[in-house]
């Protein structure tokens, strides 16, 4: 069992940045792949970001440019900046965890909401 507690969410205008974090119960140095997702109001959960184990970085177009995702593995923790915040950025954002046998982990999730 792993369990992932995000923190980081908040109010913040349009153009300002947040940075979110994702700790993590025990080591993520032997895992998968471990990403950020958004659920949006009456949206589906879509990948915001993703790293795998081998470092390959995978973006949501949306996210390109303005988000940078990476991870502390000594301090068992993986990062979302997120800068030029847009009101369309709103959401729960959830961190997800892929261990080596394929069972996936979720945290409760931060809340994030950009007003314009």
């Known amino acids: 069992q792993v369990q992932l507690v995000e923190s980081g969410g908040g109010l913040v205008q349009a153009g300002g940045s947040l940075r979110l974090s994702c700790a993590a119960s025990r080591s993520i140095f032997s895992f998968n792949s471990m990403g950020w997702y958004r659920q949006a109001p009456g949206k589906q959960r879509e990948l915001v970001a993703r790293?795998?184990?081998?470092?390959?970085?995978d973006y949501a177009d949306s996210a390109k440019g303005r988000f940078t995702i990476s991870r502390d593995n000594a301090k068992n923790t993986l990062y979302l900046q997120m800068n030029s915040l847009k009101p369309e950025d709103t959401g729960v954002y959830c961190c997800n965890l892929e261990v080596t046998s394929g069972s996936n982990y979720w945290g409760q999730g931060t809340q994030v909401t950009v007003s314009s």
């Open positions: 790293i795998t184990r081998i470092s390959t970085i």
